[in-house]
């Protein structure tokens, strides 16, 4: 499969453990994305790599989130000291672009469904 | 900062009909793409239409087909003889590029319901 995967599919932590979430984009894909989607919202965008470098952060990406993309390929995406607030699906997405040119088109992850009791 | 807007939480639509989702955003610029992703129960988001916003023609795959009114601001789709497999929910994107990079904006959802 070619597509966009994200491990683990489904993650269920207790409040103020430790969690971090992997994603494989598109080989070939030099951009990469981070969503958090709560149910029955929208994804709302959280951090973007332009190979392995960190380009943009949201305010939403608290100092307990970080993202890493070492060697412009899979990204792990952290989260210490879960909340319960922190319950969500997050997804990854990549795509193909040059400096300055949109994407036409954002591929996504099945997602990693995260739920803090 | 760029918003997108769709004003129908939730849809429904009898099979074989047509129904038009609505959306409207807010940009200052005047280079970006705008997008309808699908996104079925338990599955991955999958883009379903886009259009770019100097192309004055409307883009249309098969049965689905958007309005886009630039002036407006507005980007609906319509999905025409509706199957019982476009059942999901909708988003609506915006994208544009940066000198450092780009971004994908999304709308909250509209759900559609298809009935047989």
């Known amino acids: 499969d070619t597509g966009v995967s994200q491990d683990p599919r489904h993650k269920i932590t207790k409040r103020g453990q430790n969690v971090t979430f992997r994603c494989d984009p598109i080989?070939?894909?030099?951009?990469l994305y981070w969503y958090r989607q709560t149910l029955g919202q929208g994804p709302e965008f959280l951090t973007y790599?332009?190979?392995?470098?960190?380009?943009?952060k949201s305010r939403l990406l608290s100092d307990r989130f970080s993202a890493e993309r070492p060697k412009g390929s899979f990204s792990t995406l952290e989260i210490q000291r879960t909340e319960q607030g922190d319950s969500a699906m997050y997804l990854c997405?990549?795509?193909?672009?040059?400096?300055?040119?949109?994407?036409?088109?954002?591929?996504f992850g099945q997602g990693t469904r995260l739920t803090v009791v | 900062a760029q918003t997108v807007t769709q004003s129908q939480p939730e849809m429904s639509v009898q099979e074989a009909e047509t129904v038009t989702l609505s959306c409207t955003y807010d940009?200052?610029?005047?280079?970006?793409?705008l997008f309808w992703y699908k996104q079925p129960p338990s599955r991955q988001m999958i883009l379903v239409i886009r259009?770019?916003?100097?192309?004055?023609q409307n883009a249309t795959e098969n049965r689905f087909s958007v309005n886009f009114q630039k002036a407006a601001k507005s980007f609906s789709l319509k999905i025409s003889d509706s199957q019982l497999g476009d059942a999901a929910m909708y988003f609506c994107?915006?994208?544009?590029?940066?000198?450092?990079?780009?971004?994908?904006?999304f709308g909250p959802g509209t759900r559609l319901s298809v009935l047989p």
């Open positions: 259009q770019e916003a100097y192309k004055q």
């Open positions: 940009t200052s610029e005047s280079d970006y793409y």
């Open positions: 080989s070939e894909h030099n951009r």
């Open positions: 994107a915006y994208g544009t590029s940066y000198n450092y990079g780009q971004n994908f904006v």
């Open positions: 997405a990549s795509s193909l672009g040059q400096k300055g040119v949109i994407s036409t088109e954002a591929f």
């Open positions: 790599f332009q190979n392995e470098a960190q380009l943009e």
